[in-house]
Nanobody
């Protein structure tokens, strides 16, 4: 069992930055790839970024490449999403996810956080 709690969301102007954090609890955290997804109103939940168990492999959705960076600190059981050059279209609820498979599909996620709202004003 893994519990995930996100923090760091908020309101920011276009071009600004935010860093999301996801604190994980549970003895098996180190067995999971960790990812971030997002869901805007009226849209399906979509993949944003994923990081492998060791942190050595990452993948990003095309629309965030070069702007967002995912990282993890296994000593602190925390995964981060640094978001730079934010755009109004990045506005969404951002969810942390734990997946035993290194997968970009929401269908394979084993555990979800409750989500944190990110709003980017123009």
């Amino acid at each position: 069992q893994v519990q995930l709690v996100e923090s760091g969301g908020g309101l920011v102007q276009a071009g600004g930055s935010l860093r999301l954090s996801c604190a994980a609890s549970g003895r098996t955290y180190g067995n999971y790839a960790m990812g971030w997804f997002r869901q805007a109103p009226g849209k399906e939940r979509e993949f944003v970024a994923i990081i492998s168990v060791s942190g050595g492999i990452t993948d990003y959705a095309d629309f965030v490449k070069g702007r967002f960076t995912i990282s993890r600190d296994n000593a602190k059981n925390t995964v981060y999403l640094q978001m730079n050059s934010l755009k109004p279209e990045d506005t969404a609820v951002y969810y942390c996810a734990a997946d035993q498979r290194y997968s970009v599909s929401a269908a394979t996620v084993d555990y979800w956080g409750q989500g944190t709202q990110v709003t980017v004003s123009s």
